[in-house]
């Protein structure tokens, strides 16, 4: 059974850090993609950060120089270390695991955690 478990929001002031974790089980999770989606409240989920089984990393522009994705394969968890955070980054931050290979597609998505970011 596939689980991805994120964990570490919370309520953080504007201008404050905060690092969510994704822990995954039941996934190689060395052969997926990671990536950290959000969805604020009337808005449509997007994607904020990706990053390949190979390290290669991209961030949408509005969390760039603010938001670091990374990984530890040996733990099978992915990271997003959120700096500089403004109220607009409020949402339910999501974890994805994507793999495609020789034509099968697997997709898994966590519960989400919240993160609220106040004024």
């Known amino acids: 059974q596939v689980q991805l478990v994120e964990s570490g929001g919370g309520l953080v002031q504007a201008g404050g850090s905060q690092r969510l974790s994704c822990a995954a089980s039941g996934i190689i999770f060395r052969l997926n993609d990671m990536s950290w989606h959000r969805q604020a409240p009337g808005k449509r989920r997007e994607l904020v950060a990706v990053i390949t089984s190979a390290g290669s990393t991209n961030y949408v522009d509005s969390v760039k120089g603010r938001f670091t994705i990374s990984r530890d394969n040996a733990k099978n968890t992915v990271y997003l270390q959120m700096n500089s955070l403004k109220p607009e980054d409020t949402a339910v931050y999501y974890c994805?695991?994507?793999?495609?290979?020789?034509?099968?597609?697997?997709?898994?998505w966590g519960q989400g955690t919240k993160v609220t970011v106040s004024s």
């Open positions: 994805n695991a994507y793999k495609r290979f020789l034509g099968v597609t697997s997709d898994y």
